[in-house]
């Protein structure tokens, strides 16, 4: 145990969020997601795990420590719905609170075709799985900086 980590932050996903650089991309993705075949494509080349958490739990806890871009604006994407890309499940309007409370103020996430998100994905940095089971669960974040002392 560390002081001032939240403890649902394991070794090897802590070592990734700090590895990161600005602007590339971490994947907060559901069980149901293909994320070990996914994983294999990106630069870790490793799926990462946090299990027994939902994506917020998850999300809240890799917000702690994570910065978001604040120069571009998909600092984070969702998932949009298969044949309803307006819609927002519950699982994703608790991710957006997470965002919102990290940020201070809303945020809105931008919405990402299944496909789209699945090519994005392959793409990114690291894949982080949850154990969340509802669907529509996945979450595209683009790591920020973090400024000098003043």
Known sequence: MLKGIDSRLNAEVLQVLRAMGHGDVLVVADTNFPSDSVARH????ELLR?????CAEAMNAIL???????????????MEVVGA????PEVQAEVQAEIDAAEGAPRPMVS?????????????????????????????????VIGPEE
Do not use: H, W
Not at 50 to 54: I, K, Q, S
Not at 64 to 78: C, G, M, Y
């Open 85 to 88: 890309p307006d819609d927002i």
């Open 64 to 78: 702690s420590v994570l910065p978001l871009d604040s120069f571009v604006e998909d600092f984070a994407a969702r």
């Open 42 to 45: 990106t630069v870790t080349g």
């Open 112 to 144: 990402v075709e299944r496909f789209d998100f699945y090519d994005r994905a392959r793409e990114a940095y690291a894949v982080i799985q949850t154990g969340e089971r509802r669907f529509y669960g996945c979450f595209l974040l683009r790591k920020g």
């Open 50 to 54: 946090m299990d027994n958490l939902t």
